[in-house]
């Protein structure tokens, strides 16, 4: 079945550095979207890719879709303590979000 | 007003007790979930109704049973737990569309001793 992979699992940074998640997909996709877990709350949405090749901006972040659809990353500039938390990429197996697969999840850590 | 509300946010039981958690959507969306997230924070789909029909099922084992009284609930009950089901439980909801972003509950927290 489809698998979705984000490496690293785990990311400690001095605040200031910046961060980078990758997300790895088995099969293509036809869309990404990546999500934030704040510790201790939940997995709310923060943007959704859709053309090969995508990248989108906010703010710090910057979210880029692979050309071929099977992998995209996530791009923190100067992590500020507020990015702490756990980050994850989902696709979809099929049409619609029926069927969404998370990523394993990068947990990042900031060292004041 | 919150989106995606579940109940209870904590529930401490023993093994081989009987438990329910209860979802309610105030989104009007048409498709509801269960997500498990063990230790490792690993987010695993357990069930996925569309319009109060199932059309999901993880591999879960038959202890769990989801209920969709209306589009708008999802509840989730656990016959038997054991220690192993003990793990944060998100209810979730979602709209197909362009952009169908999945809305989670707060979760709760099931510790089975």
């Known amino acids: 079945g489809q698998q979705v992979m984000q490496i690293p699992q785990y990311q400690h940074v001095q605040e200031g550095e910046d961060f980078t998640t990758y997300c790895n997909s088995s099969t293509t996709l036809s869309n990404i979207q990546w999500y934030k877990q704040r510790p201790g709350g939940h997995p709310v949405f923060l943007i959704q890719l859709v053309k090969s090749g995508e990248v989108k901006k906010q703010k710090r972040l910057t979210f880029q879709f692979g050309e071929a659809k099977k992998n995209s990353s996530l791009h923190i500039t100067a992590t500020q303590t507020t990015d702490v938390g756990t980050y994850f990429c989902?696709?979809?197996?099929?049409?619609?979000?029926?069927?969404?697969?998370f990523g394993t999840g990068t947990r990042l850590t900031i060292i004041p | 007003d919150t989106a995606v509300s579940q109940t209870p946010k904590y529930l401490v039981t023993q093994m081989g007790n009987d438990k329910s958690i209860k979802c309610e959507q105030n989104l009007g969306h048409d498709t509801m979930y269960w997500y498990k997230q063990d230790s490792k924070k690993f987010l695993k789909i357990m069930f996925s109704y569309n319009n109060k029909e199932l059309i999901i099922n993880e591999t879960v084992p038959n202890r769990f049973s989801p209920k969709s009284p209306d589009k708008a609930h999802l509840n989730l009950h656990i016959n038997s737990l054991e220690l192993g089901d003990s793990a944060v439980y998100f209810c979730?909801?979602?709209?197909?569309?362009?952009?169908?972003?999945?809305?989670f509950g707060n979760g709760t927290r099931l510790t089975v001793t």
């Open positions: 979730a909801s979602s709209q197909p569309g362009q952009v169908n972003t999945v809305h």
């Open positions: 989902a696709g979809p197996r099929g049409f619609g979000n029926e069927k969404l697969t």
